[in-house]
């Protein structure tokens, strides 16, 4: 049973359009985080969180935006999608120094 | 800029065979994790490492620490199908930065 729920699993979208990717975990983690990631590549830091109110950009510099209403709850937007998007979207949240706990991820294609 | 390098990048061997995958940097990490991660699937953590020559196991998986903290092994013993997956190496190095090496892909075939 998973912990960090992410939404939708897929999605196909136009150009332009915006769209937000949807991040819940239900384990009271502080820190939580989004990577991008192409198929078998490595991840890449896009955004992360250290509690409500609190966001950072990662080292990868994304046109996305994100935001830290609820301990629970990291959404992430993109305003006008474009090709150059199409990804794979990890979120993940930590305590502490005890690892990652990743979602399935979202799979991103913008046509 | 802090690097973790892993290789063999590729793997492809068959069932029953065993495996060492690597993990190497110039930087000292606080600890270093390992992750499984399936096609279509989020990584799934498998083991965090914290002391310097630290060996732990996990069932056939045996994972090392180096004893400057600076790079890990993972070695597969009798390697089955289902261990087929992409294996990343994390190093933490302060409270709030990990690092990502780029992945061993291995393929455990029947």
Known sequence: EADIYQTPRYLVIGTGKKITLECSQTMGHDKMYWYQQDPGMELHLIHYSYGVNSTEKGDLSSESTVSRIRTEHFPLTLESARPSHTSQYLCASMRGLSGYTFGSGTRLTVV | ?110
């Open chain 2, 1 to 110: 800029t802090q690097l973790l390098e892993q290789s063999p990048q590729f793997l492809s061997i068959q069932e029953g065979e065993n495996l060492t995958v690597y993990c190497n940097s110039s930087s000292v990490f606080s600890s270093l994790q390992w992750y499984r991660q399936e096609p279509g699937e989020g990584p799934v953590l498998l083991v965090t490492v914290v002391t310097g020559g630290e060996v732990k196991k996990l069932k056939r998986l045996t994972f090392q620490f180096g004893d400057a903290r600076k790079d890990s092994s993972l070695h597969i013993t009798a390697a089955q199908p289902g261990d087929t997956g992409l294996y990343l190496c994390a190093g933490q190095t302060s409270y709030d930065k990990v690092i990502f090496g780029p992945g061993t892909s291995l393929s455990v075939i029947p």
